[in-house]
T-cell receptor, first 114, second 116 residues
Framework: DQQVKQNSPSLSVQEGRISILNCDYT??????FLWYKKYPAEGPTFLIS?????DKNEDGRFTVFLNKSAKHLSLHIVPSQPGDSAVYFC?????????????FGSGTQLTVLP | NAGVMQNPRHLVRRRGQEARLRCSPM?????VYWYRQLPEEGLKFMVY??????IDESGMPKERFSAEFPKEGPSILRIQQVVRGDSAAYFC????WGQGVNTEAFFGQGTRLTVV
């Protein structure tokens, strides 16, 4: 029972272009959504989050969009840089029940080509 | 400002042995979470603990796995009688508040368990 799906296991983008990473979820109890970035042999690091009361949150080159009706969120990175190459995990969470702990997607490996 | 500390970083065990993984949360954090990442998969929630209490262990296998977070000392994830399928990276995360609050959890670097 996959509550969180990141359907693209990998994505390659040219440096300077936009990277768009997608995430779909099924649990309607999720009410906040986090993105984590992970380099090999390291733990995930928090990148950006969005609450369900918003549909967009921006932090520098990173913007997360949330479409609650479609149960879909996306992370945009503009412009992409080689240092952004990592695995990106979508991690929805919530305040009660089955959403109470962060649930991670399977991740998308982003490769930014110089 | 020490982050979440996990040790050991790498652990090799023979089938049937016990594995003990330790996690010291960030200073001031009283909520600890354990996640497991199997090869080619995402992170799977295992257990959520507060000091001396298991809050949610819905992701823990029913047998051989246990976790504790004592009043003093690190949180321990214990795997008895390890099997090859237990080989994975085990990540610990901590947060200052419970996950009923919109806040991120901070992760350690993980313990890579290899069962031979």
């Amino acid at each position: 029972d996959q509550q969180v799906k990141q359907n693209s296991p990998s994505l390659s983008v040219q440096e300077g272009r936009i990277s768009i990473l997608n995430c779909d979820y099924t649990n309607s109890m999720f009410d906040y959504f986090l993105w984590y970035k992970k380099y090999p042999a390291e733990g995930p690091t928090f990148l950006i989050s969005i609450s369900s009361i918003k549909d967009k949150n921006e932090d520098g080159r990173f913007t997360v969009f949330l479409n609650k009706s479609a149960k879909h969120l996306s992370l945009h990175i503009v412009p992409s840089q080689p240092g952004d190459s990592a695995v990106y995990f979508c991690a929805p969470g919530g305040s009660s029940g089955s959403a109470r702990q962060l649930t991670f997607g399977s991740g998308t490996q982003l490769t930014v080509l110089p | 400002n020490a982050g979440v500390m996990q040790n050991p970083r790498h652990l090799v065990r023979r089938r049937g042995q016990e594995a003990r993984l330790r996690c010291s949360p960030m200073k001031g954090h009283s909520h600890v979470y354990w996640y497991r990442q199997l090869p080619e998969e995402g992170l799977k929630f295992m257990v959520y603990l507060q000091k001396e209490n298991i809050i949610d262990e819905s992701g823990m296998p029913k047998e051989r796995f246990s976790a504790e977070f004592p009043k003093e000392g690190p949180s321990i994830l214990r795997i008895q009688q390890v099997v090859r399928g237990d080989s994975a990276a085990y990540f610990c995360a901590s947060s200052p508040w419970g996950q009923g609050v919109n806040t991120e959890a901070f992760f350690g670097q993980g313990t890579r368990l290899t069962v031979v």
